[in-house]
């Protein structure tokens, strides 16, 4: 028997934000069809917060939420105003997928298993009886009088609805299916596209040292990002070392900016591990610390309030011998330490790209889109939803809420 291949509504991409639309748009009777190029929906969504999903972050106001997407945020504060953070969570606890709210605002499913939300999500769509076409790669979008006609998948068959919604995310971890289609469709279609860049990205640092210091965390420290010798930004947060370099959710929120800094000359990551203490209170500290334990390595003392692992190299760094004793130190050689500590360097070689990149920036211009329906102002029954959009977010559950606000929009909009 044939397969059925009309529908009121055709989502093509079944990720985050494909998957609310389609629930969506099915929940008012009509005929909903999702087209998957993978075998399964929601590869991405697996992968997202190390496996734990960070649905949503609680607790701003619409415009502080909306201020963390830049510039273009202001798009977001009527589509916020109807399905924002407080409704998403509504949402999936009525699905029976229970959440928490970390102390930071962040919001996880209690089980920390991205599979739960996955799972809440799949029944919902088999509940409104929507179509899913998985392996089903969609090749070409044909248009006639400035609407679109049919959609040819990578088999010939051809998909028809009245209302086509586009949400096959960006160009980031390509690998998950999200392999930048949905901005080449959207060009042909006559819309601007932004120009795709990777965003939240890991950074590579000519520094080799690093590789053997791998999966290192450090909490809280300050990072300042130096560019022709001048600071140009600060912040505190939390950084992990890599093997190829720098990443953790502070080292991808600055990604962006190291991105931007980097058009201008050489940038440099200055890591302070001791943000707490000035230079002066540091040198205070080692010099106490050494006092009660004059007869101990240095490397043993700075353990005691630092990873044990990098210890050596800071030793090393600060130009002192390996095995030195604390009452072997001498007073500018103290100082010397204080300042590795307080100053550790990393030289910028390139960000790791969008292999490794979270999210995607640029994507279809927000001029061309109707935010209070998430339709193209160029094709008639066209909407988009998610990533594709000209919209990213700092890493906290930002970038999936956009996917569950748009796909909300795009779903419901007649
Ligand atoms: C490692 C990682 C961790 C992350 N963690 C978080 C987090 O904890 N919180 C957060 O807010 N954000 C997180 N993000 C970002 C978030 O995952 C994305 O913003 C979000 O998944 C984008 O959803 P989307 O539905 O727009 O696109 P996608 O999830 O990319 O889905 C698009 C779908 O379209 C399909 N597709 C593409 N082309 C075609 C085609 N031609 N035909 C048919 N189907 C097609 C793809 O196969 C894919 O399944 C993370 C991202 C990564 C990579």
């Not at 609310?20 to 992968?47: D, F, H, P, W, Y």
């Amino acid at each position: 028997m044939a397969k059925e291949n009309k529908f009121d509504t055709v989502v093509v991409g079944g990720g985050a934000a494909g998957m609310m639309a389609a629930i969506t748009a099915s929940g008012n009777g009509g005929s909903v069809v999702i087209l998957e190029k993978n075998k399964t929906l929601g590869r991405k969504l697996l992968m997202t917060g190390d496996g734990r999903c960070n649905v949503t972050h609680f607790g701003l106001t619409n415009r502080e939420f909306a201020g963390l997407f830049g510039k273009e945020g202001d798009f977001l504060l009527s589509p916020l105003s109807r399905f924002g953070p407080a409704e998403t969570m509504a949402f999936f606890e009525n699905l029976g997928a229970e959440l928490k709210t970390e102390p930071d605002g962040r919001v996880f499913p209690k089980s920390n298993k991205a599979q739960d939300i996955l799972a809440a999500l799949l029944k919902k769509l088999k509940q409104n009886k929507v179509f899913i076409f998985t392996e089903a790669e969609v090749k070409e979008i044909k248009i006639e009088n400035d609407s679109i006609a049919e959609i040819v998948l990578a088999d010939g068959e051809k998909i028809i609805g009245k209302k086509y919604i586009i949400s096959v995310g960006g160009k980031s971890y390509p690998i998950t299916g999200s392999t930048g289609d949905g901005f080449v469709w959207a060009e042909k279609l006559g819309h601007t596209i932004i120009k795709p860049r990777p965003s939240l990205v890991p950074v590579q640092v000519k520094e080799n040292w690093i590789k053997t210091l791998s999966g290192l965390s450090f909490e809280k420290v300050k990072v300042s990002l130096s560019v022709l010798g001048k600071i140009a930004k600060k912040e505190t947060g939390d950084i992990l070392f890599a093997h190829f370099g720098l990443t953790g959710p502070l080292i991808l929120n600055l990604s962006k900016d190291i991105g931007a800094l980097m058009a201008q000359g050489k940038v440099k990551i200055l890591v302070d591990l001791q943000p707490d203490k000035d230079q002066e209170q540091l040198e205070g500290y080692l010099q106490k610390s050494i006092e009660k334990n004059k007869k101990k390595e240095i490397k043993n003392i700075l353990a005691d309030f630092l990873p044990a692992k990098i210890a050596p190299y800071l030793i090393y760094f600060a130009g002192l011998k390996e095995k030195v004793k604390g009452f072997e130190l001498k007073k500018e050689e103290r100082e010397k330490l204080a300042k590795v500590i307080k100053k550790l360097e990393f030289n910028v070689v390139s960000l790791v790209g969008f292999d490794r990149a979270m999210v995607t920036a640029g994507g279809v211009a927000l001029k061309e889109i109707d935010s209070k329906t998430m339709k193209s102002k160029k094709i008639g029954n066209l909407y988009f939803a998610g990533e594709i959009i000209n919209l990213d977010g700092p890493c906290g559950g930002y970038n999936l809420q956009l996917c569950w606000t748009t796909g909300r929009i795009a779903g419901s909009a007649d």
